[in-house]
């Protein structure tokens, strides 16, 4: 009788050690699927900021292109459009002549 409940013993006390290592396998994969969604969100942050930046940073160009076309507009509405071709010929030929005496000469 006495060796049938040393076996009991036993046998419960295998029982207890299984049941902790199972019940510390479960934690250990709560803990890795806690850190992996940890940085999933974190990951998420980072592009969202990216994201926000890169709006950002396209709403500021797209402020600055609007700023210059009506500058140039306004500027534009100053001269008559063939002196303004005439100005471009003139300025582009005197840039080609200085081009040749830089070359050939």
């Known amino acids: 009788m006495f060796d ?27 803990g890795y699927t806690v850190d992996l969604y940890v940085r999933m969100i974190d990951s998420a942050k980072v592009a969202l900021n990216a994201r926000a930046t890169c709006n950002r940073l ?22 008559d459009k063939g002196d303004l071709i005439t100005q471009l010929v003139q300025v582009c030929t005197a840039y080609f002549c200085l081009l040749l005496l830089l070359f050939f000469d």
């Open 58 to 79: 396209a709403f500021l160009a797209e402020e600055s292109l609007r700023k210059k076309k009506e500058k140039l507009d306004k500027n534009m509405g100053q001269f």
């Open 4 to 30: 049938s409940l040393a076996q009991l013993g036993a046998i419960q006390l295998k029982v207890e050690e299984v049941h902790q290592r199972e019940s510390a396998q479960y934690v250990l994969n709560f």
